[in-house]
């Protein structure tokens, strides 16, 4: 057979789907018969739809892209069971996306949130990153009454505007709130017009004295955030701040960043705790070590971290409530502050890093 059916003729583009299936096919036969004896050219692409198999890029790519096992030098995470990220799942485990750690925590983590800090798709990029302000995903508000039921008009705090928040920390029943809150809408909200804790104000704020009190810090990535804090993009709206991962809980719903409910320091009450190498004290084998979440979203034994006791801290750390909401941590001694409280709206009480001591903080940390 000669070298003249090398090329399909044109096919006349179809004007149904099952006439694109037929020409595709006559398309596909014409190419394979031209392959016999000669190869001229490549074969044609396939139809829509078809997978075309590995990607072609094989050469050092974009290495520290979120969600990446690193460069593009292997096959595409979606190439068969156990291959890539998916390997760790088919034994039972999960991969920590910015430490490399595998968490042996049995709970799946849903692909629509493997990286917390990765901002939704419906914001835009500029030649400086993403636009958050200006392509923010709530319209601003002046009062609750422009918001849905179970949000409420917030401070943005990168914008300098208010948006649409959740009205109160998230909820599967009442007992994920506080005594004498219910589970509304899917949020915690007080039952009179004071709130209970800081699980009836808006992600970021505290309630301190019975009056939510802005405790957001403006962030783009979690290295910008103090210790125990994380970059909470997908519910802010507007700019991401910094949210942190301790609350009391009843259930794995009522944390944020995929966290889990668990009793840390074996007090008999649970409390929200990365997931990672650890979800309770005891399994920190060296004295002075306890569980706790780092701003990369990953626990595990370190200095820093719930405590019930001094005893539980490494020498020269104290067990302190930061937020004044009964969960106490191990931290450094000495610092500028005690708790929030005694920082002025729009700041947090918090050690930069488990090597320091609290002081206020009111702007993203620099990066390392």
Excluded: K, Q
Aim: hydrophobic share 30%; with cysteine; proline share 10%.
């Amino acid at each position: 057979m000669g070298c003249s059916l090398g090329r399909p003729a044109p096919v006349r583009a179809p004007s149904r789907v099952v006439d694109a299936h037929v020409g595709w096919t006559l398309a596909l036969a014409l190419a394979a018969l031209g392959a016999i004896g000669c190869d001229d050219g490549p074969p044609p692409p396939p139809p829509p739809g078809v997978d075309a198999g590995p990607r072609m890029d094989s050469g050092p790519g974009d290495a520290g892209a979120p969600g990446d096992s690193g460069p593009d030098a292997g096959p595409r995470r979606d190439a068969g069971p156990g291959v890539g990220m998916d390997a760790g799942r088919d034994a039972g485990l999960t991969v920590g996306e910015e430490a490399g750690i595998v968490f042996r925590d049995a709970a799946p983590i849903d692909a629509s949130e493997r990286d917390a800090e990765m901002p939704d798709a419906s914001m835009c990029l500029t030649d400086g990153g993403f636009d958050y302000c200006g392509c923010a995903t709530r319209a601003p508000c002046t009062s609750d009454g422009d918001c849905a039921v179970g949000e409420a008009c917030a401070s943005d705090p990168g914008c300098g505007v208010r948006r649409c928040s959740p009205a109160g920390h998230p909820c599967s029943g009442s007992a994920d709130c506080p005594g004498g809150s219910t589970c509304t809408s899917g949020v915690c909200r007080s039952d009179d017009p004071t709130c209970n804790d800081s699980r009836d104000c808006p992600p970021g704020y505290a309630c301190e004295t019975g009056a939510c009190v802005d405790r957001r810090v403006a962030c783009s990535v979690g290295a910008e955030c103090p210790l125990g804090y994380y970059c909470e993009t997908r519910i802010s709206g507007g700019h991401p701040f910094c949210n942190r991962f301790s609350r009391p809980c009843a259930t794995d719903s009522s944390c944020f960043a995929r966290a889990l409910c668990r009793d840390v320091d074996g007090d008999g009450a649970t409390e929200c705790i990365g997931r990672g190498v650890c979800t309770s004290n005891s399994m920190c084998t060296v004295a002075g070590e306890v569980c706790g979440t780092s701003s990369r979203l990953a626990a595990s034994c370190e200095a820093y971290g719930y405590c019930r006791t001094g005893a539980d801290c490494a020498s020269g750390y104290s067990c302190v409530d930061l937020w004044g909401d009964g969960l106490t941590h191990c931290v450094r001694d000495g610092g500028s502050c005690a708790r929030s409280s005694d920082c002025p709206t729009g700041a947090v009480c918090a050690p930069p890093t488990d090597a320091d001591s609290p002081r206020c903080i009111s702007a993203p940390l620099a990066l390392p």
